[in-house]
């Protein structure tokens, strides 16, 4: 059974970066498929970034792309988020997931494990 844990999450400003972490237990990321969403107050989960078995080519969601990246560290089970130039509207619990397919996608049911969340406040 994967256990997926985010950390990272806090309180910034607007234009401010943060980095959040997503440490994966009992499997490695060498074979699936990843996935950083969120979910604000009142909203559906949203996807944010997703990442193929071998890393070569994350897929952004419109809102973030340019801003965010999501810089992996096989060796360590880890996977990060990357988010420059925050924006009160990013403003959600971040969630990191995985499938077991070596593709991303931007459909959340298609997802098999997620971690807890961690809350990113962006004040403006």
């Known amino acids: 059974q994967v256990q997926l844990v985010e950390s990272g999450g806090g309180l910034v400003q607007a234009g401010d970066s943060l980095t959040l972490s997503c440490a994966a237990s009992g499997r490695t990321f060498s074979s699936y498929g990843l996935g950083w969403f969120r979910q604000a107050p009142g909203k559906e989960r949203e996807f944010v970034v997703g990442?193929?078995?071998?890393?070569?080519?994350?897929y952004y969601a419109d809102s973030v792309k340019g801003r965010f990246t999501i810089p992996r560290d096989n060796a360590k089970n880890t996977v990060y988020l990357q988010m420059n130039s925050l924006k009160s509207e990013d403003t959600a619990v971040y969630y990191c997931a995985m499938r077991r397919s070596p593709y991303t996608t931007t459909i959340a049911r298609a997802y098999d494990n997620w971690g807890p969340g961690t809350q990113v406040t962006v004040s403006s």
């Open positions: 990442l193929t078995w071998n890393g070569d080519t994350p």
